[in-house]
Structure formats: structure tokens, C-alpha cells
């Protein structure tokens, strides 16, 4: 069975750091694109950044220049770092991930994570 288990959120201040981790276990084939979404309370869950198998991240605007993803292949585990962190990043941060188990008849599709609290205020 393939899990995904978001850690490292919290309360923080205006302007502070949170590094956000997501640990891939199971029956693993291969990971394919990860990605980081969050939903504030009465929104809809948005994307905030992806990651390829290569390596190559994307970016929502509102995270540009302030966050950075990054993933680590021989651990499954991907990475937010969330620098410079605003209250309107409040949000519980959901991981994601393309995955192919090795399960028989299982196909390959998205899991996700249970999610971490993110809160950012004085």
C-alpha cells in the first residue's frame, strides 16, 4: 500500500522559515512529477509547486522567489522550503505524487498525503 506522510508545519511569524517534508512508502515502482497543493479555510486547494523525476520545479506566482521544492530520489521524499512566510500562507499543505506501484492490477495515479497545518501570524 502506498502512503505519503507530510511533516514540518506549524505556527510561525511573519517573515520566518518552514521546511516541509512528504516521505514516500509502499510497494514502489517509480515516482513520477511531486507536488505541493495547500487549501485555506472556504478555498479551493491550489497548487503551489511541482517537481519532475528530473528535478525541474514550477511555481505558482505567489510562492515565486520565497519557496523552493526540491526531492530527494533515493530517500522518496520531496522537500518545501517556505522562506519569507505571510499570514495569506495559512493553509494545510497536501503532497502529492504520480506513482506506480509495484502492486499487481493497481494502475499507475496520484496519491496524496493527509496534510500539515501551516499557520503564519504574530
Known amino acids: 500500500q502506498v502512503r505519503l506522510v507530510e511533516s514540518g508545519g506549524g505556527l510561525v511569524l511573519p517573515g520566518g522559515s518552514l521546511r516541509l517534508s512528504c516521505v514516500v512508502s509502499?510497494?514502489?515502482?517509480?515516482?513520477?512529477?511531486m507536488g505541493w497543493y495547500r487549501q485555506a479555510p472556504g478555498k479551493q486547494r491550489e497548487l503551489v509547486a511541482g517537481i519532475g523525476s528530473g528535478g525541474s520545479g514550477n511555481y505558482a506566482d505567489f510562492v515565486k522567489g520565497r519557496f523552493t521544492i526540491s526531492r530527494d530520489n533515493a530517500k522518496n521524499t520531496v522537500y518545501l522550503q517556505m522562506n519569507s512566510l505571510k499570514p495569506e500562507d495559512t493553509a494545510v499543505y497536501y503532497c502529492?505524487?504520480?506513482?506506480?506501484?509495484?502492486?499487481?492490477?493497481?494502475?499507475?495515479?496520484?496519491?496524496w498525503g493527509q496534510g500539515t497545518q501551516v499557520t503564519v501570524s504574530s
Open positions: 509502499g510497494n514502489i515502482v517509480r515516482i513520477y512529477t
Open positions: 502529492n505524487a504520480d506513482i506506480s506501484a509495484a502492486t499487481l492490477g493497481v494502475p499507475r495515479r496520484v496519491y
